[in-house]
């Protein structure tokens, strides 16, 4: 369930810095990532592991086979029957699996005889290849790669009386991605067929994926994926099937950080109070930069202690660029103490942080002085006798 690749591209390299000397580590390094995508789930895995995340993959849905799909072929041969005046096309893989899947059916001549006529609009570049690679020629395409602006340059065209066949991103039984998009056409006085070509299903219960959501409830994890509007919605039902929706809610809201590949996919998460976060281009890599570069402030925290610059990252530390692996005891202390920097924290306040049931405060000693040899130096964390432990910060403010 979980992979670890560990190493730099060139790119990440070059947006590495250099601390004290030190060449500092990639930036999600110390940082768990859970991953939902069902569709190229290991490209992502990759890229965000190269960038030192420790990353947890369990598909949230499951794509149903074209050639299965009645709902698709029936549609297919409607369109076929009575030709559409407006074509849209949303994705490129969308519309070749389509094509692909008539094809199947013996009817590719037919459906691209019947589009033929059709007006067509394009939602974005790879669509436009698609459409234009089976011979169809689009009339536009917004840059912005816009759904709503795609709606609103067909409202002002006129869509009343039309009947327009619409290639979707896909769909899940448990959420319609396009609410707004096809009903807005409908409510221009347009005629919509739905050509949803990769629909989905959620995962079975009782696997990965329940893992996955069980530990996002429990704060698990730093940041999660999502690729497609369809595995956000499934997390979310997943809870509720788990009777765990509350936590998972609230840990999306406030410590495990939504990081989705566009504004579409983020809408059933926005929906239900989850603030989330997407790069400028809907692309897999960009995502993976754009978690790189907006997760690390969200989550770290450094100080200045004793000399040293102390960054406590997701699962790890790092002292001065260098990182320093700590038991779950010495990141409990080292949170506790950073949340409070300078202050004196006493041994009873630390013996409650402590993994265990432990209510001996010997366990706290004993913790501090295996925290200090994993730090590197012992003047990091100061002893203040009869009353605790504190960070020996350097300056007033403690946290930069």
């Not at 059709?118 to 690679?133: D, E, F, I, Q, S």
């Not at 281009?281 to 040293?308: C, F, N, Q, W, Y």
Request: hydrophobic share 45%; proline share 6%; charged share 20%.
């Amino acid at each position: 369930m979980r992979q670890q690749l560990l190493g730099n591209t060139a790119e990440t390299s070059r947006a590495y810095t250099v601390h004290m000397g030190q060449p500092a580590s990639p930036p999600l390094t110390g940082y768990r990532i859970a991953v939902t995508s069902a569709r190229r789930s290991e490209e992502l895995c990759a890229l965000l592991s190269r960038n030192g995340a420790e990353v947890c993959a369990a598909p949230a849905i499951n794509m149903i086979a074209l050639p299965d799909d009645d709902e698709l072929h029936s549609n297919t041969q409607a369109l076929i029957a009575d030709p559409p005046d407006i074509l849209v096309a949303h994705t490129g893989i969308g519309f070749r699996g389509w094509l692909a899947a008539a094809e199947g059916w013996g009817l590719s001549t037919q459906l691209l005889a019947a589009l033929s006529e059709a007006r067509v609009l394009a939602r974005g570049p790879k669509a436009t290849g698609a459409l234009r690679a089976a011979g169809l020629h689009e009339e536009w395409s917004p840059k912005s790669e816009s759904s709503q602006e795609l709606l609103e340059y067909l409202l002002k065209s006129g869509v009343s009386g039309a009947r327009i066949a619409v290639q979707l991103h896909g769909a899940a039984d448990a959420w319609d991605p396009f609410p707004e998009f096809l009903g807005g056409l409908r409510a221009g006085g347009a005629e919509v067929v739905s050509i949803r070509v990769y629909r989905w299903k959620s995962t079975p219960l009782g696997g990965n994926f329940d893992q996955l959501v069980t530990g996002i409830a429990r704060r698990q994890f730093d940041a999660v994926s999502f690729t497609s509007a369809p595995a956000a919605a499934a997390v979310l039902e997943r809870s509720r099937d788990l009777d765990i929706e509350g936590q998972v809610l609230d840990a999306l809201r406030t410590d495990v950080h939504a990081m989705c590949v566009g504004p579409v996919t983020s809408q059933p998460l926005i929906r239900k109070g989850v603030p989330t976060s997407s790069p400028e281009r809907m692309r897999l890599g960009a995502l993976a930069r754009h978690i790189a570069v907006e997760l690390p402030p969200l989550v770290s925290r450094t100080v200045k202690a004793a000399d040293h610059a102390i960054e406590i990252r997701g699962t790890c530390v790092l002292v001065d660029g260098c990182v320093k692996s700590l038991s779950g005891s010495g990141m409990a202390v080292l949170r506790a103490l950073a949340q409070r920097p300078g202050d004196v924290v006493s041994r009873g306040d630390l013996l409650r942080v402590l993994p265990g049931n432990s209510n001996d405060t010997h366990a706290v000693d004993t913790a501090v002085l295996r925290l200090r040899t994993a730090l590197g130096d012992k003047q990091i964390v100061a002893t203040v006798v009869k009353r605790g432990y504190r960070l020996a910060i350097d300056e007033p403010a403690g946290v930069w």
